[in-house]
């Protein structure tokens, strides 16, 4: 089984000054030794956008990708078709939000998401356990 981390959980991680820096670094230090982390390239997306507007370093992001998550999961057509369901069933939901939580509900070995955002944690109609960082 693997653990697919949202943006949320991994700027967390990897900012001490986030509120949810804690619980993130439990969270993950919790499942790195015993599953993989998986991210889909939408977090990866947002999180090197971060890095290029200058709230990380990107060393460090690309490190945390590099050297901590097994695979990048990539967005395919049914990917997108999945987000948009989502999406358009939870509607305080974006659609980054709806991206990465449809590529966890598709990858067959993601049995949980980890998130701190709350809306992404109100899905409830997907194939892996959703955990709400606190």
Not at 30 to 57: K, R
Not at 64 to 83: C, H, K, P
Not at 108 to 125: K, Q, R, W
Request: aromatic share 2%.
């Amino acid at each position: 089984m693997a653990v697919v981390l949202d943006s949320a959980a991994i700027v967390a991680f990897l900012d001490r000054d986030d509120a949810l820096h804690e619980a993130a670094a439990e969270a993950i230090g919790e499942h790195i030794t015993e599953e993989p982390l998986l991210a889909s390239v939408v977090s990866f997306a947002e999180v090197l956008t971060g890095a290029h507007l200058l709230h990380h370093d990107e060393a460090l992001v690309r490190g945390f990708f590099a050297d901590l998550v097994a695979e990048i999961l990539s967005v395919e057509v049914g990917t997108a078709e999945r987000a948009a369901e989502l999406r358009s069933a939870n509607k305080s939901l974006r659609m980054p939000d709806a991206l990465i939580a449809a590529t966890a509900d598709g990858h067959p070995d993601a049995d949980l998401l980890l998130t701190g955002d709350s809306d992404l944690a109100a899905v409830h109609d997907l194939g892996c356990r959703v955990r709400l960082l606190r």
